[in-house]
């Protein structure tokens, strides 16, 4: 399935955000198309990437953050039409992307890393790193109004992707590693993994928000993704979204304004 983008965005889809940027950069060094595999066919909407039929721009909610999301994303991770950290540059406004090499790191990632304005936080399963490194909460100072904001720096890519990331990128060897120790199984329906507690991207970033204070921005993330995947998945079996649904209606239920 090759994914067709034209060269503009419609007036009515949303503002190209980081991941779609990395992106279009990435499609842009192709010597060849992409084909995802297993997928929605057909020509896809820029701004959400589903097909037309199915579009869910007009959903996207606006949740302000003082969290950070920070994605390094493994070589093709930006190109899956099931890639979550889409949806992470949706819902919060300083959401950064990366591609992650082994032999280059971007100049504007270690600039990033080294803003007094953040804390980094690398999220990773403390069993893996010593034990000195390791945190399971975030520093009561990142949500005052005087400390620094917390910034997630998640490793977008398969579990072994992610492991050779963590091994081989020195820049983040100085930095705190936050273990989650998440209670529920992973809803993720997209892709397969052989654990429930292997999260997908946006999972993991909510639970990081709901541990930062954030928990309307982490419900609300979690529920965007209840809605993309019942679009994805209708779409793929070319079956009508259901806009009444429980995903859609607890969406619109955390986005309704605040009663004055």
């Given at each position: 399935?090759?994914?067709?983008?034209?060269?503009?965005?419609?007036?009515?889809?949303?503002?190209?955000?980081?991941?779609?940027?990395?992106?279009?950069?990435?499609?842009?060094?192709?010597?060849?198309?992409?084909?995802?595999?297993?997928?929605?066919?057909?020509?896809?909407?820029?701004?959400?990437?589903?097909?037309?039929?199915?579009?869910?721009?007009?959903?996207?909610?606006?949740?302000?953050?003082?969290?950070?999301?920070?994605?390094?994303?493994?070589?093709?991770?930006?190109?899956?039409?099931?890639?979550?950290?889409?949806?992470?540059?949706?819902?919060?406004?300083?959401?950064?992307?990366?591609?992650?090499?082994?032999?280059?790191?971007?100049?504007?990632?270690?600039?990033?890393?080294?803003?007094?304005?953040?804390?980094?936080?690398?999220?990773?399963?403390?069993?893996?790193?010593?034990?000195?490194?390791?945190?399971?909460?975030?520093?009561?100072?990142?949500?005052?109004?005087?400390?620094?904001?917390?910034?997630?720096?998640?490793?977008?890519?398969?579990?072994?992707?992610?492991?050779?990331?963590?091994?081989?990128?020195?820049?983040?060897d100085a930095l705190p590693v936050l273990s989650l120790e998440p209670a529920q199984i992973s809803r993720y329906q997209l892709r397969r993994s052989r654990r429930d507690d292997h999260f997908c991207t946006s999972e993991v970033a909510a639970l990081c928000l709901e541990l930062s204070g954030e928990a309307h921005a982490a419900q609300t993330l979690e529920a965007y993704l209840d809605v993309y995947t019942h679009h994805y998945l209708q779409a793929k079996q070319q079956l009508p979204f259901d806009a009444n649904g429980a995903?859609?209606?607890?969406?619109?239920?955390?986005?309704?304004?605040?009663?004055?």
């Open positions: 399935m090759l994914d067709t983008f034209p060269d503009t965005f419609p007036a009515a889809s949303p503002p190209p955000h980081a991941v779609s940027r990395l992106r279009a950069a990435r499609l842009a060094r192709s010597s060849k198309p992409f084909l995802a595999r297993g997928g929605i066919k057909g020509e896809r909407c820029p701004g959400c990437r589903l097909v037309p039929s199915h579009c869910m721009c007009a959903l996207r909610p606006s949740v302000p953050t003082r969290a950070g999301i920070c994605l390094l994303m493994a070589d093709i991770e930006p190109l899956k039409p099931s890639n979550t950290g889409w949806l992470i540059a949706d819902v919060v406004a300083d959401t950064f992307a990366f591609g992650w090499a082994r032999t280059e790191t971007d100049a504007a990632l270690l600039a990033l890393l080294a803003d007094p304005q953040w804390q980094p936080y690398v999220v990773f399963p403390g069993e893996f790193v010593p034990p000195e490194r390791v945190v399971h909460a975030v520093a009561q100072q990142a949500n005052s109004q005087c400390g620094k904001r917390p910034l997630f720096i998640l490793l977008d890519a398969t579990w072994a992707e992610a492991r050779k990331m963590f091994r081989k990128s020195p820049y983040l995903a859609h209606v607890r969406l619109r239920d955390l986005n309704l304004p605040a009663p004055t």
